[in-house]
């Protein structure tokens, strides 16, 4: 189950790659690793790096029942919820939602200025400043932490096509005091759900074009083609040219 959990987290664009992931907490240092602990996010840290095929990971998404929210197999059911997740991955399910977006209005100043600091930041600039801080003094292991939330979001629990960070990636940092106490399981299956929704909605899409595609090429075609044209149609046909003209 842990492993499918790990694969379904990907749905946004089906990729599942926990290789680097994993890399990164082997080259963390240990006053961060006990960071990422106090946080809740120890369990992550056993992530095994794997890479997972792409035809597997269509293949979970395909076989998920968003009505039900369980994931069909030809070993029987099995019914995915925020307490699967938080016994998986080792998160917190029993708390409050996050909100799904941030008003910058609403902000104080002091939270303005945390938005417009990772506003736009990309994966590797997270990663590449989360592996570079220092977290001597408290200010410094503050900013590591709404770092490592940023980054642990991106990479692995809410991964998306967006390569920069999101109002539903940033809005868990403002909560920082309580972080540990909020709804992850919840947060990460409600983005599954809407991966694999997105997932669908595409796979229709491209299915609604294929078809349109192949419909207006049997109406473009009208004349039947030489290969199915009897003795009698070409002989006409090159009696025609013959006499300067084609005859459709």
């Not at 946080?39 to 035809?55: I, R």
């Not at 009505?67 to 029993?94: C, H, M, Q, R, W």
């Not at 919840?186 to 899409?205: D, E, P, Q, W, Y």
């Amino acid at each position: 189950m842990t492993l499918i959990l790990l694969c379904l987290q990907q749905t946004k664009d089906l990729k599942c790659a926990t290789r680097l992931l994993s890399e990164k907490f082997e080259k963390m240092s240990e006053p961060k690793k006990a960071i990422v602990r106090e946080l809740g996010f120890g369990g992550l840290m056993h992530t095994p790096p794997m890479n997972v095929p792409h035809k597997l990971l269509k293949e979970l998404a395909n076989s998920f029942k968003l009505e039900k929210n369980t994931l069909e197999t030809s070993y029987g059911s099995f019914k995915v919820k925020p307490k699967t997740i938080e016994d998986a991955l080792g998160l917190n399910a029993s708390g409050d939602l996050f909100p799904d977006k941030v008003s910058y209005k609403n902000f104080s100043e002091e939270n303005q200025l945390i938005f417009r600091r990772f506003q736009g930041n990309t994966l590797k600039q997270l990663t590449d400043e989360m592996m570079s801080i220092d977290v001597e003094n408290e200010q410094d292991r503050l900013m590591f932490k709404r770092i490592f939330i940023l980054y642990i979001q991106m990479a692995f629990l809410l991964p998306s096509t967006t390569t920069k960070v999101s109002p539903v990636h940033i809005a868990p940092i403002f909560e920082m005091e309580k972080i540990t106490e909020d709804n992850w399981g919840a947060h990460v299956l409600n983005f599954i759900i809407k991966g694999i929704t997105n997932f669908r909605l595409k796979k229709k899409k491209i299915n609604r074009r294929v078809k349109n595609k192949e419909k207006k090429g049997e109406e473009k075609a009208g004349v039947p083609w030489v290969s199915n044209w009897n003795r009698e149609q070409l002989v006409a046909r090159i009696r025609a040219e013959i006499n300067g003209y084609i005859m459709l």
